[in-house]
């Protein structure tokens, strides 16, 4: 659902909102193809950072997965900051970061923030857009046997 990924592109730049959006489908019932961006507007996250990002978390909802909080700020047990999962699922501790091309500085921080966040004892996953995109359905029994223990 490649319209998911651009009103998440677009509500993440701040070029429209969601609950202008939402107005606009409420006053455009029974017109052609309303049906279909309601189901977008039912799917889109305004803090998405990322098309992959986005990609990723449709990949696991129309899996059957649960949505998971997307972009949430986790502190250890004295309120110190650990860093901020692309997606998390809060009952299960489970952290989900979609890798993308970057920079050897910034994978020295995304290291250093995985370490921070399995020594506090939160567990996390980390996917590729090769994962994505060609294996979806590994990144799916992945996630899903997290879920699962």
């Avoid at 189901?39 to 990723?56: F, H, K, N, W, Y």
């Avoid at 979609?98 to 567990?123: I, K, M, P």
Wanted: proline share 3%; charged share 30%; net charge positive.
């Amino acid at each position: 659902m490649e319209a998911v990924v651009a009103v998440d592109m677009l509500l993440h730049q701040r070029l429209v909102h969601l609950d202008s959006l939402r107005r606009h489908v409420s006053a455009q019932a029974g017109h052609k193809g309303i049906r279909q961006l309601r189901r977008v507007i039912g799917l889109v996250d305004p803090a998405a950072e990322s098309a992959m990002e986005t990609r990723l978390r449709l990949l696991l909802i129309l899996a059957g997965l649960p949505r998971p909080e997307s972009q949430v700020a986790l502190h250890d047990d004295r309120g110190r900051f650990l860093g901020r999962p692309d997606f998390y699922y809060r009952a299960k501790r489970l952290c989900l970061e979609y890798d993308g091309a970057v920079h050897r500085d910034r994978l020295v921080e995304d290291n250093r923030r995985h370490n921070r966040l399995v020594n506090a004892g939160f567990r996390l996953l980390r996917f590729t857009s090769w994962d994505v995109l060609q294996n979806p359905d590994t990144v799916v029994a992945q996630v899903r046997a997290a879920l699962a223990s």
